[in-house]
């Protein structure tokens, strides 16, 4: 496919260089699905199979680029948006290297890397144990931002600088920013160790936090979405840090993580102090 995915498989020697190899493949996938005109749906199916195959099996036993692929190959079928193989390759190798020529497909090359791809995808779907029912969060960032714009459950907080802001675009603009921590999502492996619904809830308190939109009436956005403290943190602070990682110290969302890290360390100050006082009430109870 190129010199980087014919050479030896890159071996991660930390967690940190796990991350970068995944979010580099994932990134690697949506690009293939953007030029193969998969959508949305197919594009991160295909990066849970990738996710959900690299959590049984060491990069050092396989060539990613090779096993995205396959996966992008078999998400493609299994979201019933098929794409012919020869094309499939022809396309991710032109991603990897946009000089070089179209390979030909009676050559060696071609023929070897054809039938590596196809095992690859049996042994992808082995691995995955064929079950290929994938929820996403997309459908929770949008059936609750749009239930919460309708009925006006958010706004914009009062240190918001709305000056040529649109208010009646504030559910459109907590929908596209929650949208693109999904994807950002997408390059971690929180598939494997939380629900889609928890992952969308957890985008949109990012959405909300990054553009100074919040829920009404005082009702703090963990009330507001249903999820715990615990696994807002969890799937927070996962994100932010692949963020950090990727777009270095300069990004303006650093200055938005810092003060979500701060909102974070509030939030579970406030319920350290309802569990103490929970405590002093029932001297019996028990911390969990």
């Given at each position: 496919m190129s010199s980087e995915c014919t050479s030896p498989a890159k071996v991660p020697t930390s967690e940190a260089e796990d991350r970068?190899?995944?979010?580099?493949?994932?990134?690697?996938?949506?690009?293939?699905?953007?030029?193969?005109?998969?959508?949305?749906?197919?594009?991160?199916?295909?990066?849970?199979?990738?996710?959900?195959?690299?959590?049984?099996?060491?990069?050092?036993?396989?060539?990613?680029?090779?096993?995205?692929?396959?996966?992008?190959?078999?998400?493609?079928?299994?979201?019933?948006?098929?794409?012919?193989?020869?094309?499939?390759?022809q396309e991710c190798n032109r991603l990897k290297n946009p000089t070089n020529a179209i390979m030909d497909t009676k050559s060696d090359e071609y023929i070897q890397q054809k039938e590596r791809i196809l095992l690859l995808e049996r042994v992808v779907l082995h691995t995955i144990n064929f079950d290929l029912s994938i929820e996403h969060p997309d459908t929770y960032?949008?059936?609750?931002?749009?239930?919460?714009?309708?009925?006006?459950?958010?706004?914009?907080?009062?240190?918001a600088d709305t000056s040529g802001k649109d208010r009646s675009k504030l559910q459109q603009v907590l929908m596209q920013n929650s949208i693109?921590?999904?994807?950002?999502?997408?390059?971690?492996?929180?598939?494997?160790?939380?629900?889609?619904?928890?992952?969308?809830?957890?985008?949109?308190?990012?959405?909300?936090?990054?553009?100074?939109?919040?829920?009404?009436?005082d009702v703090t956005w963990m009330d507001a979405l249903g999820i715990s403290l615990e696994t807002l943190v969890g799937i927070t602070e996962q994100i932010m840090e692949?963020?950090?990682?990727?777009?270095?110290?300069?990004?303006?969302?650093?200055?938005?993580?810092?003060?979500?890290?701060?909102?974070?360390?509030?939030?579970?100050?406030?319920k350290g102090k309802h569990e103490l006082s929970d405590e002093r009430r029932d001297p019996k109870r028990q911390r969990i």
């Amino acid at each position: 496919m190129s010199s980087e995915c014919t050479s030896p498989a890159k071996v991660p020697t930390s967690e940190a260089e796990d991350r970068t190899l995944r979010r580099k493949t994932c990134r690697f996938i949506q690009e293939a699905g953007r030029v193969l005109k998969l959508g949305r749906v197919a594009t991160a199916t295909a990066m849970v199979f990738f996710h959900r195959f690299f959590s049984h099996h060491k990069f050092s036993e396989h060539d990613r680029f090779e096993v995205a692929v396959a996966c992008v190959l078999l998400a493609a079928k299994t979201e019933e948006t098929p794409r012919k193989l020869p094309h499939v390759i022809q396309e991710c190798n032109r991603l990897k290297n946009p000089t070089n020529a179209i390979m030909d497909t009676k050559s060696d090359e071609y023929i070897q890397q054809k039938e590596r791809i196809l095992l690859l995808e049996r042994v992808v779907l082995h691995t995955i144990n064929f079950d290929l029912s994938i929820e996403h969060p997309d459908t929770y960032v949008f059936d609750t931002v749009l239930k919460m714009g309708k009925s006006r459950q958010v706004e914009y907080e009062p240190s918001a600088d709305t000056s040529g802001k649109d208010r009646s675009k504030l559910q459109q603009v907590l929908m596209q920013n929650s949208i693109n921590f999904v994807n950002d999502s997408m390059c971690t492996h929180l598939c494997l160790k939380y629900s889609a619904k928890d992952i969308a809830m957890a985008c949109i308190y990012l959405g909300g936090k990054f553009t100074k939109i919040r829920p009404v009436n005082d009702v703090t956005w963990m009330d507001a979405l249903g999820i715990s403290l615990e696994t807002l943190v969890g799937i927070t602070e996962q994100i932010m840090e692949l963020i950090t990682e990727s777009k270095g110290s300069k990004s303006s969302l650093i200055t938005g993580y810092n003060d979500i890290k701060g909102d974070l360390k509030l939030l579970k100050a406030t319920k350290g102090k309802h569990e103490l006082s929970d405590e002093r009430r029932d001297p019996k109870r028990q911390r969990i």
